[in-house]
């Protein structure tokens, strides 16, 4: 990895190195509602990786973890130290969070993980691509995260 640079940028065009939570939160904000793979790296290791659904992206919460499962994935930009994007070939976006010696790697799922094609599910059909064919789609089971009543609106994403 490169050294993350000490000026925040002013520009950015299809790639980038983001240390500003309120840039990182617009970079990532497509990413709500989507199905997305992930690659979790400690060092050069794979340790994990999946699909999923990306619930919550979440800015000044210490306190609130960032996690991945397949049915949500709530992003705390306050969990990273900073973001390296990057578009691919097929102009796409890479998003790549990084905190330490550790990284999680994040694409649309409508590209598909690399080393598996674009069926996870290995049904033949390629995996949706948002919320309205996720609804459709019969392999994935959704379900609805109710809040207690003591929370507020204020308490949600920025």
């Known amino acids: 990895m490169e050294p993350i640079p000490e ?47 990306v619930e919550r992206l979440v800015v000044d919460h210490p306190e609130i973890a960032s996690y991945f499962t397949p049915l949500s994935i709530c992003l705390n930009l306050d969990s990273f130290d900073y973001l390296q994007f990057d578009t691919t070939s097929e102009q796409l976006l890479v998003y790549t969070l990084v905190i330490g010696e550790e990284r999680v790697v994040i694409e649309f799922a409508a590209s598909g993980p690399r080393d598996l094609g674009s069926d996870e599910a290995g049904t033949g059909r390629p995996l949706p ?8 789609d019969l392999r994935f089971i959704q379900m609805e995260l109710l809040m207690s009543p003591e929370a507020t609106d204020d308490d949600e994403d920025r």
């Not at 691509?129 to 459709?136: F, I, M, P």
Request: glycine residues 8%; charged residues 20%.
């Open 7 to 53: 000026a925040r940028a002013k520009l950015y065009i299809n790639t980038g190195v983001v240390t500003d939570r309120s840039d990182i939160y617009n970079i990532l904000r497509p990413l709500l509602k989507q199905t997305v793979t992930y690659t979790y790296y400690r060092g050069s290791q794979i340790a994990s990786s999946g699909t999923g659904w």
């Open 129 to 136: 691509r948002n919320a309205d064919e996720l609804a459709r």
